[in-house]
């Protein structure tokens, strides 16, 4: 594997939604996986409520953990704008990963923006492979609304090409003992509702 043939995932979202977890728990599946991984991430305004990216790129070598322009497979985003807002990282052919929850941000709340009433179409227009998910109701379905990352981390492993053990473990090395189930159950509704196509 060159690094042509390097991955990249990018997570997007807001502070306080679970980006770093769900990347962490990526990267190490891609390190139990056998790949060299490398990982960024970047908090726009460091407290909650700001943008937050997590950079994740996997090969048999990776010189960097910066993820060029067009060149992601999978743009995971907890949050409809933060999608429109990153996806000049997705490679053609790319597939967004996004849940359906929307987040005002402060500049929105204090009357300075406006949050787009036709965010959904935008999505729609701007990405040619969407998968669109209700991430909050499925968390809730496995036990807690927090869970949304790792329900969107559950859709995007359908994309990537690590295997369901990797990801098993993964889980277990990144997650708490006694949050483990509420978020293998949430990564299991993920995976389903992308193989469904109902996400």
């Given at each position: 594997?060159?690094?042509?043939?390097?991955?990249?995932?990018?997570?997007?979202?807001?502070?306080?939604?679970?980006?770093?977890?769900?990347?962490?728990?990526?990267?190490?599946?891609?390190?139990?996986?056998?790949?060299?991984?490398?990982?960024?991430?970047?908090?726009?305004?460091?407290?909650?409520?700001?943008?937050?990216?997590?950079?994740?790129?996997?090969?048999?070598?990776?010189?960097?953990?910066?993820?060029?322009?067009?060149?992601?497979?999978?743009?995971?985003?907890?949050?409809?704008?933060?999608?429109?807002?990153?996806?000049?990282?997705?490679?053609?052919?790319?597939?967004?990963?996004?849940?359906?929850?929307?987040?005002?941000?402060?500049?929105?709340?204090?009357?300075?923006?406006?949050?787009?009433?036709?965010?959904?179409?935008r999505?729609?227009?701007?990405?040619?492979?969407?998968?669109?998910?209700?991430?909050?109701?499925?968390a809730?379905?496995?036990?807690t609304?927090?869970?949304?990352?790792?329900?969107?981390?559950?859709?995007?492993?359908?994309?990537?090409?690590?295997?369901a053990?990797?990801?098993?473990?993964?889980?277990?090395?990144?997650?708490?003992?006694?949050?483990?189930?509420?978020?293998?159950?949430?990564?299991?509704?993920?995976?389903?509702?992308?193989?469904?196509?109902?996400a």
């Amino acid at each position: 594997m060159s690094e042509h043939t390097t991955t990249s995932v990018v997570f997007a979202g807001v502070g306080g939604q679970g980006i770093l977890l769900a990347s962490e728990i990526l990267a190490q599946a891609a390190m139990l996986a056998g790949y060299d991984v490398k990982t960024n991430e970047v908090h726009g305004m460091a407290q909650r409520g700001g943008s937050v990216i997590a950079q994740i790129r996997y090969g048999e070598k990776v010189f960097s953990p910066l993820v060029p322009d067009g060149t992601a497979r999978v743009l995971a985003s907890l949050e409809r704008i933060e999608a429109l807002r990153f996806r000049h990282f997705l490679a053609p052919g790319g597939t967004a990963v996004v849940s359906t929850q929307a987040i005002v941000p402060v500049t929105v709340s204090m009357g300075a923006a406006e949050y787009p009433a036709d965010a959904e179409s935008r999505l729609a227009e701007a990405f040619e492979n969407l998968l669109l998910i209700d991430a909050v109701t499925l968390a809730r379905e496995a036990g807690t609304a927090k869970a949304a990352n790792v329900v969107v981390l559950g859709a995007l492993s359908t994309r990537l090409d690590l295997d369901a053990p990797a990801w098993t473990e993964a889980l277990q090395r990144s997650v708490k003992p006694k949050f483990l189930d509420v978020n293998r159950k949430a990564f299991d509704l993920g995976r389903e509702a992308a193989r469904n196509g109902h996400a």
